[in-house]
């Protein structure tokens, strides 16, 4: 029934890990640029973790695809499993970051 989650993934071309540690950096950078201990920070800082996840999962680096938490991951949710679960978490890290203080 859910056999497409066990299909096996190729990980992503060699230029991925520099793409997801260009961002990451990015990001941090932007991040403390921001006032210290605001909440605009806050909300960037937990919407890169989300942002950077989002990448990760779906460009795949082979340094990240191969590494042994994530080896676990592809072992229990399939390949596939593994790419919609970190996506998930993402959207999931992204939208508590911008929606948390709407409801408060």
């Not at 989300?50 to 229990?76: D, I």
């Amino acid at each position: 029934m859910l056999s497409w989650l066990r299909e096996e993934l190729a990980p992503g071309p060699r230029s991925s890990i520099w793409v997801v540690i260009g961002v990451a950096a990015t990001l941090a950078s932007i991040t403390l640029m921001l006032p210290w201990g605001s909440i605009h920070q806050a909300r960037i800082a937990l919407s890169s973790i989300g942002l950077v996840l989002l990448l990760a999962a779906h460009l795949r680096p082979a340094t990240l695809w191969f590494a042994g938490s994530t080896q676990l991951w592809r072992r229990l949710f399939g390949d596939r499993g593994t790419v919609w679960l970190s996506t998930l978490i993402g959207i999931v890290a992204i939208a508590f970051a911008w929606l948390h203080a709407v409801a408060q």
